[in-house]
């Protein structure tokens, strides 16, 4: 096995997920995307700190770190949504546009 | 790594991060106080985090200049750059949270505000000393969810929240787009750790130059967005008009000031090896930045919007020297780039506060953060008009203000890197921006004020804090020698 | 004295804060500190005037302090700028014109009684910043001056003007501050050149001050343009620059629009001010800078300069006689005799110089004196427009009779100021432009025209019968009158006074552009 | 007394400030009283200066330095030579008459003292063009008296037609005057010096101009200029100032309108002393036209032309002091051609015995309007009886001026056209007979229908006081007996102009050419009595030339012409450079700035509000810089 | 040999997990129900943590199922559901097809360009090991922890904090 699938499948997975935070039109679905960019990241890490020459954690580490960080926004994102949603009522992206020019 | 790991003793870390541990414990300190105290008291807890923020501040300061602390064990480094970024957060932390104390006043935030930004502050700060990639991020984060809350904290005003899920989203993407563009650093250099990631670079240029491009590329990118550098700096008006103004303020400072340090640390230390590639990439970017920052001003009605335009144009001036120093012909350079830049952030930080301190004044009076709001502000109250005559004039960049000097500082890196056509354009965006700053100008001193004629009263505490910024402001315009001085002397770990 | 242009420059700012400390409603005492505020600068202006010593070529009365220091700005060479005053030839007298219009701008604004307290203080501060931009000795001390002239200029045009004021006061900052951004850009290249030549000649040549090879110090800068040749292809850059700068600054066709409307919309005391000192500024910068600092820059495009000038003269003086209004009239009128400096320094001639410098100080003077003038008139009438006028020499004799003493003095007539100065521009410029010259000469013929002609319409013919019953001047407008007038016919009649400070240094650039 | 001269022009200027600080107080005979005696006294000085040149000849130069200018030092100061000693003369002389005469003229008029000021204004600026010893000074006071014409002929200010012609004299001189500062200009830089001996000397060591010549290597002109090209195209600059000046053709068109102005002016400024300074100046320069010939033949010819040219004109005006003026006009132009052709003494005599003959006609003229107040000829008539004094001085000038012998005119007049005659130019000599035919034609007509006939007005006219008559005799005396210092055969003028020896060409008397030229004028009299001394013949005489007539009513159509030529392209031009400014210059700089804030405009609606928008302009900016940092790695 | 890689079991698997992470995502982003939407992105965020556990990371897989697969999904569903009327409608209008071709040609360039750095870029050799370090990941990943990222770990602790309280600020009804 070698290193450059789990790349690639990463950078596809970097570029879907931010298809989806650029077109879904659900806020929800939107924040959903990004977090699937940050996985891509992770198994970018992941796949390095079982590839490199000397195989080393921090690469681990550093996703572990990022799922807790992602976990935390993905929190704060949908309590901000919620107070939007409660100001609103519309979960919609294209809602956001009371400011603009 | 791993064989030689040891522990950090306490007092490493005190010595370490000490104003870090000061502003993050105290951000929990000062968080479990509120919940305890009743609901009356709770208003003395902004003035906890003052304190707080002097306290640390105070530490910086007196630890100033004591050489490079490189506490390798903890990926953590301790230099003259690094106090000083600490000292523009700290003291812009507290300009912000007594310009939160007088809004909230009027506007009920919620008192949580204070210690979110000492939490947020605290990441700042861990961003200007870190050097691992993990410490940076996690930093990077912790300051990016607390400002993700603090925009969206006026749960009275729909455009809070709207324009805090804006700034998540465009922050969130940010950061994905930063992590992914890191995660290809430590692939090629099999560190995290930015000291070992720089030596490892040096022999990776030669076989993984593509990849490393591409990082270099995300890492920017990721960093542009959340400096806002023109193209990615749409989010920025949107965001700053829905944000409270002392959010705001701390949007067009704080976020922008660690970022650059994060910037500063990853791109010049870790590629620095190939930096001189660079500098006409960066170039364009603060070229166009300054372009249509302060284009895009010109139509503005809103002031907070124009400010936030204004701010987009003034990275474009702060990136510059990121430019110069690629095209250094010698280390002198280098530290004059550091130093102009530096300079620059401080005056930026003093005249943006205190311009957005003004209109939070102006805001509040009269319902309305449009230009036609200031109309003969001269005649409603005088000091706040001739305040904030000198954050304009500064902003715009004329002599005797920190902007202007600052500028200048600029403008002398730009020519001694023989970029003379950088330091003209920023001279002319900035004359370009005259047009809009002196909007502002005429409205206040020219035009007859609109509606009621009453004398607006500004309280002691804004009067303080304007005055405050506005002394700074010509205080580096008019006596940079000291300061200058300072920044002579101080060393960066790279 | 060495402390005198410090005093000069400090002195009105001080009035000014003076003035700001006042209660609104006392105008009278706002009014008599704005006239002390500029009187003393004046009377030591007068005094560095008379003690001048005219052997000398280098810049007198210095005073320096370090302002502050820059490290590595120059390789690893640290740059220390200073806040530094000192004149010479050239800006002796502009500092000496300053003083004169300045005090009497105060005088004659004390019409003004509308936001009195503001209109001293920006007075005084443009008056600080003109004082500063003249008596500078130092790059960093003169931008910072002209800067701050900016301000007050444009509040001045904005606040006390006319109907379109805002219009006006937003083109009179755009240009002239990006004029200034393009001379600021001028200026440090020109720092910066100077340094790497002079650290490369450094071995074989001497160069005092060494090895601060990066200085801001104009008096160094003019040391080392003796001492050292800069390249000609960075001189012919850098000039271009300047001269970029100084054709917004000095609003030379085709960068002339702002001109005249700033004149037409502002008030008198403004006018004055912008007409009779500001507007030299960008001339002066071309004899200070680009004409003593590069002269194979201004051989390079001595030709391009004199067409230009040319084409200034001859715009000026002809948009003139089709100008419905006397402010206009007057703009272009002046952008008219700019334009002939402008020729005279391309012709690189000692007498162009001495011209240069002798016209800048007669048309501020003539120009002060028409916009006075004018101003005193459309007090009365309430109109500027030259076919609502008429007759007014009956209802208004001295101040029609003042007015055609300024515009006699404008056409170049002997005996009034503006005779000697149009005459050492034209010998200089045939010297060199023989053709260009003998077109340029037509303004004359064409200024006499306008001027007269609008002169017949306003002050002669049969009274307009629209127009209100007049007094005429008063005891507080004889006084700006008599004194300009006086200083009129005295550097007509005895051009010495003038000609004896500018000689020595006329000759010393002369001698650096081999004229 | 010699060392007194500088007192000659100064009593005027101190005649002027006294009056223009305490004037308005005074009484008009105080304020006549002053003026008369500062030129009076100027006068007598005058009169010793004279002789004392006379015997000792050309004084040095008296001169204090100026201004440091350039290389060399404007000096500024004065020169008593014989020409100018005799300047003064007829100067002083002219001005003492005329400022008396004003007293009763100007009497009653509110701005008298202001009068008085510009007048001895003017007389000061006069001597000092006379008694100058450089070219620049003497262009100052050329300006100067340029500018008292421009006071005097506009002071009756709120008359539209006095305020357009003062303008009109002003710019045409101006003309002129440009003319004479690049001529000085040019003179300078070829020599070095502003001083006239300098100058002449230089005109004689070409080898200093050829150098300055050099110098001026960068404008392609000065590539095809010879020395001899530069001295013929000073000369001739010098002499278009002198063609302003005195009203040469083709700039002759602002003196008869400058008669809106007070008659005593007319007589003094345009008629005896400044007009008659273009002439001057021309005998002044004189070693520069003789150093071209080329300049010189031109002297002749606009001399000549404007000779007949402007006697033609005089032939049909009705106003009588246009007609004067014309003649005026006509007379410098023979003067002109008398410095043209060499005649350098006959120039200067002609130039003084019509000081003093035209003064007087202009005065006697004055004295008719201040009797009558019209000055249409055909208003007039039968003053003879009423005024006795003006007709009996007026007919003394109008034989002086057509050169009937013995009167100082035929003289000096006869002496030109000899010169002209002996030179070779054979037709100038035929345009000055033919001009002086005219001269008697129209000056008889004159003053046949003004003193003969019947009286047409309705006021009772008189004498004026003693004031008035007593200029009036003495210039009648003076305008008949003046020619007696210079005839063929006691040429005393000749001498004492030419102390060293003879200057330009001095004709032999001819008898046969006298005899003509006597002829010539009885003959225009005769005309002009067979044609306005009885009433109707001259209308049919007037319809029977036809087109001549009108052009000649027209006065040839030159104002017409020069509107239509000049003055109206001129303000078509600006009107149109007007529109450009403000619409092409001006529009272009104010697209530019709204361009700019359309730029502002469409980037502030480029932020759309839409996150996602946003988003995506951000991709494209992070493909862009990744492709951009991959091309700057070398890797794309 | 299948794309220029040995066919092994790793391999399959690896390709299965591809298979499964791309599909999902990709019906993530065009369905428009929102229950079928929810299990498509279990079956990423699973798929993701097959890979790690793949790469040997079981720890990380294990927390990534439990966070990801767990936690944050059903988090999603219950916003989902509070800020919609009811489950099986469909959720939103959808984007453009003029705005979708332009987003997906940009970030297809994007990816593009990704990929060829990637391809181009000198990997080390292949690892054949599953496990390639000697010790439980678990062990090592709590040495790293605890020694060297302690600084981060603390920070986590305060960013979650900050989120929590951050969260209940906003998301609490008006008092």
């Known amino acids: 096995m070698a290193l450059q699938p789990f790349l690639a499948l990463a950078a596809i997975l970097f570029g879907l997920g931010l298809y989806g935070a650029l077109t879904k039109r659900n806020l929800i679905i939107v924040l959903i995307s990004i977090e699937m960019m940050l996985n891509a990241a992770n198994i970018n890490l992941v796949a390095f700190a079982h590839f490199l020459p000397k195989p080393n954690i921090e690469g681990q580490v550093y996703a572990l770190f990022n799922i807790a960080i992602a976990a935390a926004e993905v929190a704060v994102g949908l309590a901000i949504l919620l107070s939007f949603f409660r100001t609103r009522d519309t979960s919609d992206v294209r809602d956001m546009n009371s400011m603009k020019w | 790594m791993g064989t030689t790991m040891h522990l950090l003793s306490f007092s490493d870390i005190w010595r370490s991060m000490g104003p870090e541990v000061i502003v993050i414990g105290g951000a929990f300190l000062i968080m479990l106080i509120e919940l305890l105290l009743p609901q009356n008291k709770r208003h003395i807890v902004p003035w906890l985090a003052v304190i707080d923020v002097i306290i640390a501040t105070f530490l910086i300061i007196s630890r100033f200049g004591g050489g490079i602390l490189v506490y390798s064990s903890a ?48 990441g700042a700060m861990i961003i200007t000393s870190g050097i691992d990639l993990v410490l940076l991020y996690v930093g990077l984060e912790l300051l990016s969810i607390a400002t993700y809350i603090l925009v969206a904290l006026n749960r009275k005003d729909g455009r809070s929240a709207e324009g805090g899920l804006k700034y998540l989203i465009v922050g969130s993407i940010a950061s994905a787009t930063i992590l992914y563009g890191l995660s290809f650093l430590y692939g090629v250099a099999g560190s995290t750790n930015l000291g070992q990631i720089a030596v490892a670079l040096q022999n990776a240029w030669t076989s993984d130059s593509a990849i490393l491009f591409v990082s270099f590329g995300l890492i920017l990118a990721g960093i542009a967005v959340k400096i806002s550098v023109v193209p990615f700096h749409l989010w920025t008006p949107d965001v700053f008009e829905g944000a409270p103004t002392p959010v705001t303020a701390y949007l067009a400072v704080i976020s922008k000031a660690a970022v650059l340090a994060f910037m500063l640390r990853i791109l010049i230390f870790a590629f620095g090896q190939k930096y001189q590639d660079w500098w006409l990439l960066i170039a364009w970017l603060s070229v166009i930045t300054m372009v249509v920052g302060n284009f895009g001003a010109l139509a503005q009605g809103n002031v907070k919007r124009l400010l936030a335009y204004s701010s987009i144009g003034q990275v474009g001036y702060l990136i510059m020297p990121f430019a110069a120093i690629g095209q250094s012909q010698n280390v002198s350079n280098m530290w004059q780039a550091l130093s102009s830049m530096m300079f620059y952030l401080f005056a930026y930080a003093l005249m943006t506060i205190g311009a957005f301190a003004v209109l939070s004044k102006v805001a509040q009076t009269r319902g309305s953060e449009q230009v036609d709001a200031f109309a003969g502000l001269y ?24 902007g202007f000097f600052g500028k200048f500082m600029i403008f002398l890196v730009a020519f001694n890197a023989g970029q003379y056509w950088l330091g003209v354009v920023l001279f002319a965006t900035s004359a370009v921006a005259f047009y809009y700053y002196f909007g502002i100008l005429k409205a206040m001193f020219v035009l007859e004020p609109v509606g009621d004629e009453e004398p607006i009263r500004a309280g002691g505490l804004l009067q303080v804090i304007v005055g405050l910024c506005a002394l700074g402001t010509l205080y580096l315009g008019l006596i940079p020698g000291p300061f200058l001085t300072v920044l002579n002397n101080v060393h960066w770990f790279g | 004295m060495e402390d005198v242009l410090l005093l000069i420059v400090v002195i009105p700012l001080i009035a000014g804060l003076f003035v700001l400390a006042m209660p609104a409603r006392s105008h009278g005492v706002i009014r008599a500190i704005g006239l002390i505020g500029a009187l003393i600068p004046a009377c030591f202006a007068l005094a560095a005037y008379l003690a001048f010593d005219q052997r000398q070529i280098n810049l007198q009365f210095p005073f320096t302090t370090t302002w502050m220091s820059i490290a590595n700005a120059y390789n690893s060479l640290t740059l220390h700028i200073n806040l530094g005053f000192g004149v010479d030839g050239i800006s002796m007298p502009l500092v000496m014109l300053v003083g004169v219009v300045s005090t009497l701008t105060m005088i004659r604004s004390f019409k003004v009684t509308e936001r009195v307290k503001s ?56 240009y002239r501050g990006l004029a200034s951004v393009v001379l600021l850009a001028g200026l440090i290249g020109l720092a910066y050149v100077y340094a790497s030549t002079a650290q490369a000649a450094s071995n074989s040549v001497f160069i005092p001050n060494a090895p601060n090879f990066l200085t801001f110090s104009i008096s160094q800068l003019l040391t080392e343009a003796q001492l050292i040749h800069i390249p000609a292809a960075s001189q012919d850059v ?4 300047f001269l970029l700068a100084v054709l917004m600054e000095e609003a030379f066709v085709p960068f002339h629009t702002w001109l005249p409307d700033t004149h037409e919309q502002s008030d008198t005391g403004t006018n004055m001010m912008i007409g009779g000192a500001l507007m030299k500024i960008g001339l002066y910068v071309m004899l200070r800078f680009a004409v003593s600092m590069l002269p194979l820059g201004l051989a390079h495009y001595a030709t391009w300069l004199a067409v230009l000038g040319l084409v200034s003269i001859l715009y000026g003086a002809i948009v003139a006689i089709a100008s419905k209004d006397w402010r206009r009239l007057i703009a272009f009128s002046s952008i008219s005799h700019m334009g002939l400096v402008l020729l005279a320094i391309g012709s690189m001639q000692e007498i162009g110089i001495q011209g240069a410098v002798f016209m800048l100080v007669s048309s501020g003077l003539l120009t002060a004196l028409l916009f006075f003038t004018v101003g005193a008139q459309a007090d009365r009438t309430g109109t500027y427009k030259i076919e609502n006028l008429g007759g007014l020499s009956k209802s208004l004799p001295v101040i029609s009779g003042v007015m055609l003493v300024a515009a006699l003095g404008s056409v170049g007539l002997p005996g009034l100021s503006g005779f000697i100065s149009e005459f050492s521009l034209f010998v200089g410029g045939f010297a060199a432009f023989p053709t260009l010259s003998a077109l340029a000469s037509l303004s004359m013929i064409l200024a006499a025209f306008y001027l007269l002609w609008a002169m017949q319409r306003t002050t002669f013919g049969p009274a307009n019968q629209a127009l209100p019953d007049m007094v005429d001047a008063d005891v507080i407008e004889y006084v700006p009158m008599v004194i300009l007038v006086a200083l009129v016919v005295l550097l007509g009649v005895f051009p010495g006074v003038l000609g004896d400070v500018v000689h020595g240094t006329a000759q010393a650039i002369a001698a650096r552009i081999g004229g | 007394m010699i060392g007194l001269t500088w007192l000659v022009p100064v009593l005027p200027l101190v005649a002027y400030l006294v009056l223009l600080f305490t004037g308005k107080r005074m009484s008009e005979v105080a304020i006549t009283t002053i003026s008369v005696l500062a030129v009076l006294i100027g006068f007598v000085i005058s009169i010793t200066v004279v002789s004392s040149v006379a015997g000792h000849g050309p004084y040095a130069p008296v001169v204090y330095n100026w201004l440091t200018f350039g290389p060399t030092t404007i000096t500024m100061g004065y020169q008593v030579t014989n020409l100018n000693a005799l300047m003064l003369l007829v100067v002083t002389l002219v001005s003492t008459l005329v400022f008396l005469f004003s007293k009763s003229y100007m009497h009653g008029d509110e701005r008298f003292s202001r009068f008085y000021q510009y007048l001895n204004l003017f007389v000061f600026s006069m001597l000092g063009l006379v008694i100058t010893s450089n070219l620049l000074e003497l262009y100052i006071f050329w300006e100067l008296v340029g500018v008292c014409s421009y006071l005097l002929v506009g002071f009756w200010y709120f008359k539209p037609e006095a305020a357009v012609a003062a303008k009109k004299a002003f710019i045409v001189t101006r003309v002129g005057d440009v003319g004479l500062f690049i001529g000085v200009i040019l003179l300078y830089l070829g020599t070095g010096s502003f001083d006239f001996t300098t100058i002449f000397a230089h005109l004689h060591h070409f080898s200093s101009m050829q150098s300055a010549l050099g110098a001026m290597g960068r404008d392609a002109i000065t590539h095809l200029m010879t020395v001899q090209t530069w001295v013929t195209i000073s000369a001739l600059l010098v002499f278009v100032g002198a063609v302003g000046k005195s009203a040469q053709f083709p700039l002759h068109v602002w003196l008869p309108d400058a008669m809106e102005g007070p008659t005593p002016v007319s007589a003094l ?37 404007t000779a007949i040219f402007a006697a033609s004109i005089g032939l049909t005006q009705r106003d009588i002091k246009r007609v004067i003026a014309y003649s005026t006009v006509s007379q410098l132009g023979y003067m002109m051609l008398a410095m043209g052709v060499g005649a350098y003494v006959s120039g200067m005599f002609h130039l003084m015995t019509h000081a003093f003959f035209k003064a007087l006609l202009f005065l006697a003229a004055g004295s008719v309007i201040h009797a009558i107040d019209t000055q249409d000829l055909f208003e007039m008539g039968g003053l003879r009886k009423y005024m006795p004094i003006t007709h009996a001085t007026f007919l003394a000038g109008a034989l002086a001026l057509s ?7 035929f003289w000096s007049k006869d002496d030109i056209l000899t010169a002209a005659f002996d030179s070779g130019h054979y037709v100038l000599y035929a345009f000055g007979l033919i001009a002086a035919f005219f001269t008697a034609v129209y000056i008889f007509r004159v003053y046949f229908l003004t003193f003969s006939g019947t009286y047409k007005g309705s006021k009772h006219p008189h004498e004026g006081g003693i004031a008035m008559t007593l200029p009036l005799i003495v210039l009648g005396f003076l305008a008949t007996f003046a020619g007696f210092i210079n005839t063929p055969f006691a040429p005393l003028l000749g001498n004492f102009l030419q102390p060293n020896g003879p200057v330009g060409y001095d004709p032999p008397a001819n008898w046969g050419l006298m005899a003509i030229s006597a002829i010539t004028g009885l003959l225009g009299i005769w005309v002009a009595y067979s044609l306005y001394s009885g009433g109707k013949r001259a209308d049919a005489f007037a319809k029977r030339m036809g087109i001549l007539y009108q052009l000649s009513f027209h006065k040839w159509y030159i104002d017409e012409l020069y509107a239509a030529i000049i003055v109206l392209p001129v303000v078509t031009i600006a009107d149109g450079l007007q529109f450009v400014d403000r619409y092409i210059v001006d529009g272009a700089v104010r697209l530019l700035g709204e361009v700019g804030y359309a730029g502002g405009v469409s980037l502030k609606y480029s932020a759309d509000g839409q996150i996602q928008t946003y988003g995506l302009i951000s991709v494209f900016g992070i493909a862009i810089v990744l492709i951009v940092a991959l091309l700057i790695g070398g890797v794309l | 040999m299948f794309f220029g890689l040995p066919i092994t079991g790793e391999t399959i698997a690896f390709f299965l997990l591809a298979l499964i992470i791309i599909v999902s995502a990709v019906f993530m982003l065009s369905l428009t129900n929102v229950m079928h939407m929810a299990v498509s992105l279990v079956g990423v965020f699973l798929g993701v943590a097959g890979v790690f556990i793949l790469l040997g990371a079981d720890f990380v897989g294990l927390v990534q199922i439990m966070v990801y697969a767990g936690a944050i999904t059903i988090l999603m569903v219950f916003s989902l559901m509070l800020t919609h009327r009811g489950l099986g409608e469909h959720a939103v209008r959808e984007v453009g097809a003029m705005r979708g071709t332009t987003t997906f040609a940009g970030i297809a360039v994007l990816v593009a360009i990704v990929l060829y750095a990637i391809r181009n870029a000198q990997w080390p050799g292949n690892t054949t090991a599953l496990q390639p370090f000697h010790q439980s990941t678990v062990t090592l990943i709590a040495n790293a922890i605890f020694q060297q990222y302690t600084v981060p770990f603390e920070l986590v602790s305060a960013v979650l904090t900050v989120a929590l309280v951050g969260s209940v600020v906003i998301a609490r009804k008006e008092e």
């Open chain 2, 75 to 122: 990926d953590y480094v301790v230099d003259g750059f690094s106090s000083l970024f600490k000292i523009l957060i700290l003291l812009s932390t507290f300009f912000v949270i007594l310009l939160a104390i007088v809004e909230q006043r009027k506007h009920k935030l919620p008192y949580e505000y204070s210690y979110l930004l000492l939490f947020a502050s605290g």
């Open chain 2, 379 to 402: 005649k409603r109250n005088p000091w706040l008009a001739v305040m904030m005559t000198i954050f304009l004039l500064s902003l715009a960049g004329l002599p005797l203000t920190g």
């Open chain 3, 119 to 174: 209109h001293y203080f920006w007075l005084l501060f443009l008056t600080m910043g003109m004082y500063g931009v003249f008596a500078a000795s130092g790059i960093f001390t003169f931008f910072f001056f002209l800067e701050s002239t900016l301000v007050a200029g444009y509040l001045l045009i904005n606040i006390w003007g006319g109907e379109k004021r805002h219009y006006a006061a937003t083109k009179f900052l755009i």
């Open chain 3, 238 to 241: 850098l000039f271009l620059v």
């Open chain 4, 269 to 305: 400024i345009h008629a005896a002393t400044m007009v008659a300074a273009g002439v001057y100046l021309v005998a002044r320069m004189f070693p520069l036209f003789q150093a071209s010939a080329a300049a010189s033949e031109t002297v002749a010819i606009i001399g000549g032309v």
């Open chain 4, 403 to 409: 050169g009937i012998p013995p009167f100082a005119g």
